[in-house]
């Protein structure tokens, strides 16, 4: 299948575009880019930098994907970005590239970026991510797998977010948001258990038991942090896959996770 390409699109020497291709009216792309095939750029949307975009993707108006870092302590080379397949970025969204030399700010597959949200340099995200209107990440911040970033919300540098979490609209985190919990305030602390999002990707009635179970002793039992991690892994669940990814992510989290309020 041939590249669309609109009269008016600036595609720079260099560039590598796979089959099918759309680039909209006053699009740009630059010369180190690599689009892959059936990716689509609407009018006025721009794709710059050291950047790979995967299959399928889809970048509205006025999107600016794999701009320059606006990290101070960039110092020159090559760092860029990497993209899956099937993601989404709606307008005015700005994704940036990492700082380093050799170094990728990266997205996974079929995340959507809705209107105005920005990822700064060096984030990792997984997939199945949804960020609403405004929502912003700061550097080196970390999304698992399925979270859902409220509109507005904002998350400070190097904070992690575990998979299936959420944070409420216009939330401040400044600290690492557990797996499979709701996040609200500001600053944020930990409100229950992300249940519909739970049901909706498939938790059967035991697994979500045994995340009521781990919210519990993290929050509700009045144990320190340390005496709830031991509580955890010593539990008659602690082989089953969400005591083992809350255990795992609490042996990485470097922010320490978040408190619990009601």
Known sequence: MAEDLHPTAIIEPGARLGAGVSVGAYGFVGAGVTLGAGTRLHHHASVEGNTVLGEQCEVFPYACIGGKTQDLKYKGGNPGLRAGDRNVFREYVTVHAATRDGDFTRLGSDNVLLASCHVAHDCVLGSHIIMSNGAVLGGHV???????????????????????????????????????????????????????????RGFSVEQLERVKQIHRILYREGLNRTQALEKLAAHANAGSAEFTRMLEFARRSERGMAPGGR
Do not use: W
């Open 142 to 200: 970390v999304l698992e797998d399925y979270v859902l970033v409220g509109g507005y919300g904002g998350i400070h540098q190097f904070c992690r977010l575990g998979a299936y979490a959420m944070l409420s609209a216009t939330a401040k985190l400044v600290h690492d948001l557990p797996p499979f919990f709701i996040a609200d305030g500001t600053p944020a602390e930990v409100r229950a258990i992300n249940r519909v999002g739970l049901e909706r």
